[in-house]
């Protein structure tokens, strides 16, 4: 038994949002559905909550609706609602209505509806009236609320509607702006959220004109909200872009079937076009993208063994993403396999392959094997930039579903090349840029930020283990400013390089040197003893008087004092540093070019 507590309602403010709760998405307009583990299209119900003439948007099915009344009791009773809003007549959006329909003892209850959706809504049999928005102008008004409802003939029913609440600027939109979700999203959190609308989109809704034409009426009203039948809700600075972005589509993919591919069939590959985009949108590594795909491309082609990418990388060299180096990039030579036609005009490639790919056999460790290739492209020019070669453990069967699946495919492993060039850039970028934060630039050594991270880290190591103790040296450079006064401060930078490089040349890799401050230099030495510290400052002392220098600074000679603090479990790095300086200053005091140990 679950005895953990939940809260019972939450609002959609909240940085988690549990789907047990009933959500409040606006103030008393609630998200009060269902969600279905595993289930990717998940059906949202609303509640407006406006005392006895409350609304319920969209009651649900028979698998949901008990979870849909047990939030909108945690709200108000269930006999306040008056008016429940079916915005089309599928099951999973209005079957839930014959479940407690006959334990409504309201007579004003109806069903709020167009009268397309009422000519099927009646055959359910329900004792409630329809309330047909066409013959009520179009409005539905309620004590602290106006509903406005938005027609959008065909999307996806001839009768469909959207429902505008005016007070919160929040739009119902039906099954516009549905989409497909792994997991409890309830809240878009990026616009990348588009891509889960755009397969649900595509071959759900009929048309771009007809997705166009509803997309203007409801760009009519000041919508600050869209809270979707399924999918997740868009909020306000995501809905222009989402408008924009499915303008954009074209819709009905199940009109582009080819003669000879029933209904079956064809209902099959669409599954796996859209999985195909669903893994390039859900996977992010690229090893996890390929054994996606494989997976996805394997419920046509069950011969499809391994997948590999070959690329050009822009700057002369081509690079291959293969299962031998766990698909990260491996400088190779150009793939000998249509050699000749990569880099060249995507219109060549077609002229030899119209299929927009060729079969052809590779010697795989001495054997015959056969592999589809398919030529990747560059989007601004077209040019043949990149290579997918598909191999298989058996000659496959090419039928008009393998034509589909290389359309399908294209775009997304090109994309996902992309991707996967652009993350390791930005690794790379982010490695040096994060060296560079923790790096002081003259001398190469640690900056004090990153001696402040590390130096907790080594006093919780110490709080832990007492046997994890660690010293800390604070060296500063005896007569520093008169070097400066007589060579300048480009002399000066140069006495502090070369005794920064003989600092790092003396620690070891646990060690942390840092540049501490103008001519003072600090070194924390992990897991050492009091002795270790001193043999270790004693010999960075010999090496910097040691230094010799040319040009201006031939006749300069530098030594340098130090100061060492053991450190004291639960001592914090303040009274350390206060230690080790005061150390230091007792070497300075007593004569330089020495070395003073704390408390002696």
Same mark, same amino acid.
């Given at each position: 038994?679950?005895?953990?507590?939940?809260?019972?309602?939450?609002?959609?403010?909240?940085?988690?949002?549990?789907?047990?709760?009933?959500?409040?998405?606006?103030?008393?307009?609630?998200?009060?559905?269902?969600?279905?583990?595993?289930?990717?299209?998940?059906?949202?119900?609303?509640?407006?909550?406006?005392?006895?003439?409350?609304?319920?948007?969209?009651?649900?099915?028979?698998?949901?609706?008990?979870?849909?009344?047990?939030?909108?009791?945690?709200?108000?009773?269930?006999?306040?609602?008056?008016?429940?809003?079916?915005?089309?007549?599928?099951?999973?959006?209005?079957?839930?209505?014959?479940?407690?329909?006959?334990?409504?003892?309201?007579?004003?209850?109806?069903?709020?509806?167009?009268?397309?959706?009422?000519?099927?809504?009646?055959?359910?049999?329900?004792?409630?009236?329809?309330?047909?928005?066409?013959?009520?102008?179009?409005?539905?008004?309620?004590?602290?609320?106006?509903?406005?409802?938005?027609?959008?003939?065909?999307?996806?029913?001839?009768?469909?509607?959207?429902?505008?609440?005016?007070?919160? +600027?929040?739009?119902?939109?039906?099954?516009?702006?549905?989409?497909?979700?792994?997991?409890?999203?309830?809240?878009?959190?990026?616009?990348?959220?588009?891509?889960?609308?755009?397969?649900?989109?595509?071959?759900?809704?009929?048309?771009?004109?007809?997705?166009?034409?509803?997309?203007?009426?409801?760009?009519?009203?000041?919508?600050?909200?869209?809270?979707?039948?399924?999918?997740?809700?868009?909020?306000?600075?995501?809905? +222009?872009?989402?408008?924009?972005?499915?303008?954009?589509?074209?819709?009905?993919?199940?009109?582009? $079937?080819?003669?000879?591919?029933?209904?079956?069939?064809?209902?099959?590959?669409?599954?796996?076009?859209?999985?195909?985009?669903?893994?390039?949108?859900?996977?992010?590594?690229?090893?996890?993208?390929?054994? $996606?795909?494989?997976?996805?491309?394997?419920?046509?082609?069950?011969?499809?063994?391994?997948?590999?990418?070959?690329?050009?990388?822009?700057?002369?060299?081509?690079?291959?993403?293969?299962?031998?180096?766990?698909?990260?990039?491996?400088?190779?030579?150009?793939?000998?396999?249509?050699?000749?036609?990569?880099?060249?005009?995507?219109?060549?490639?077609?002229?030899?392959?119209?299929?927009?790919?060729?079969?052809?056999?590779?010697?795989?460790?001495?054997?015959?094997?056969?592999?589809?290739?398919?030529?990747?492209?560059?989007?601004?020019?077209?040019?043949?930039?990149?290579?997918?070669?598909?191999?298989?453990?058996?000659?496959?069967?090419?039928?008009?579903?393998?034509?589909?699946?290389?359309?399908?495919?294209?775009?997304?492993?090109?994309?996902?090349?992309?991707?996967?060039?652009?993350?390791?850039?930005?690794?790379?970028?982010?490695?040096?840029?994060?060296?560079?934060?923790?790096?002081?630039?003259?001398?190469?050594?640690?900056?004090?930020?990153?001696?402040?991270?590390?130096?907790?880290?080594?006093?919780?190591?110490?709080?832990?283990?007492?046997?994890?103790?660690?010293?800390?040296?604070?060296?500063?450079?005896?007569?520093?400013?008169?070097?400066?006064?007589?060579? +300048?401060?480009?002399?000066?930078?140069?006495?502090?390089?070369?005794?920064?490089?003989?600092?790092?040349?003396?620690?070891?890799?646990?060690?942390?040197?840092?540049?501490?401050?103008?001519?003072?230099?600090?070194?924390?030495?992990?897991?050492?003893?009091?002795?270790?510290?001193?043999?270790?400052?004693?010999?960075?002392?010999?090496?910097?008087?040691?230094?010799?220098?040319?040009?201006?600074?031939?006749?300069?000679?530098?030594?340098?004092?130090?100061?060492?603090?053991?450190?004291?479990?639960?001592?914090?790095?303040?009274?350390?540093?206060?230690?080790?300086?005061?150390?230091?200053?007792?070497?300075?005091?007593? +004569?330089?070019?020495?070395?003073?140990?704390?408390?002696?």
């Amino acid at each position: 038994m679950d005895t953990e507590y939940h809260p019972a309602t939450q609002s959609i403010g909240q940085p988690h949002l549990d789907p047990r709760c009933a959500i409040e998405i606006a103030p008393r307009i609630w998200w009060v559905g269902c969600y279905l583990d595993g289930d990717p299209f998940q059906c949202h119900a609303y509640l407006i909550e406006d005392g006895d003439q409350s609304v319920l948007l969209d009651p649900g099915s028979i698998l949901t609706f008990a979870e849909t009344r047990r939030k909108i009791e945690l709200v108000l009773p269930f006999s306040s609602i008056r008016y429940f809003i079916c915005h089309h007549p599928d099951p999973d959006i209005v079957s839930a209505i014959s479940l407690f329909q006959d334990q409504i003892t309201r007579e004003d209850a109806c069903v709020v509806t167009h009268w397309r959706a009422a000519a099927l809504l009646k055959h359910y049999g329900w004792k409630m009236d329809f309330w047909l928005i066409e013959k009520h102008d179009w409005t539905l008004q309620l004590p602290h609320h106006t509903l406005q409802f938005v027609f959008t003939p065909y999307l996806h029913f001839p009768g469909a509607f959207c429902t505008f609440d005016s007070a919160s +600027g929040i739009l119902f939109s039906s099954d516009i702006f549905g989409g497909f979700t792994s997991g409890f999203n309830l809240v878009a959190s990026s616009e990348d959220y588009f891509e889960s609308l755009r397969p649900f989109h595509e071959h759900y809704l009929p048309s771009r004109e007809i997705l166009q034409h509803g997309l203007n009426e409801i760009q009519r009203y000041p919508v600050r909200m869209i809270a979707p039948q399924h999918g997740s809700i868009i909020p306000e600075n995501m809905v +222009g872009f989402m408008i924009d972005k499915l303008k954009t589509l074209d819709c009905g993919l199940l009109t582009s $079937a080819r003669d000879g591919i029933d209904v079956l069939r064809l209902s099959r590959l669409n599954q796996v076009l859209r999985d195909i985009t669903q893994v390039v949108i859900l996977y992010r590594d690229l090893s996890d993208i390929i054994a $996606a795909l494989l997976d996805v491309i394997r419920r046509i082609l069950p011969e499809a063994r391994s997948l590999e990418l070959w690329t050009d990388d822009q700057e002369g060299e081509w690079l291959r993403f293969s299962e031998h180096s766990h698909f990260r990039p491996t400088p190779d030579g150009k793939p000998s396999l249509a050699r000749e036609m990569l880099g060249r005009e995507g219109r060549e490639w077609d002229q030899r392959y119209p299929k927009g790919y060729a079969l052809v056999e590779l010697d795989e460790q001495g054997e015959q094997a056969d592999a589809l290739l398919i030529a990747l492209r560059n989007e601004r020019n077209q040019t043949v930039n990149g290579l997918a070669i598909l191999h298989f453990t058996g000659k496959p069967a090419l039928t008009l579903e393998v034509d589909a699946i290389v359309r399908q495919i294209t775009r997304p492993l090109q994309i996902t090349i992309e991707r996967e060039l652009l993350y390791q850039s930005l690794e790379r970028d982010k490695k040096r840029y994060y060296q560079q934060s923790i790096r002081d630039p003259l001398t190469g050594l640690f900056t004090r930020l990153y001696m402040d991270d590390a130096a907790k880290r080594l006093i919780a190591m110490h709080a832990r283990n007492h046997e994890a103790g660690f010293g800390l040296v604070i060296f500063d450079v005896d007569r520093f400013k008169e070097i400066n006064d007589q060579h +300048g401060h480009l002399g000066g930078d140069d006495v502090l390089r070369n005794i920064a490089r003989i600092i790092a040349a003396e620690s070891r890799s646990v060690d942390i040197p840092v540049r501490f401050g103008g001519e003072e230099f600090a070194v924390f030495l992990a897991g050492g003893t009091e002795t270790d510290g001193a043999s270790f400052a004693e010999r960075v002392c010999k090496e910097v008087g040691k230094l010799r220098f040319d040009g201006r600074l031939a006749q300069v000679r530098v030594t340098t004092s130090g100061g060492l603090a053991q450190h004291r479990p639960g001592e914090e790095l303040d009274d350390l540093i206060e230690r080790a300086d005061q150390a230091l200053y007792d070497a300075k005091r007593t +004569g330089r070019n020495r070395i003073v140990i704390a408390g002696k």
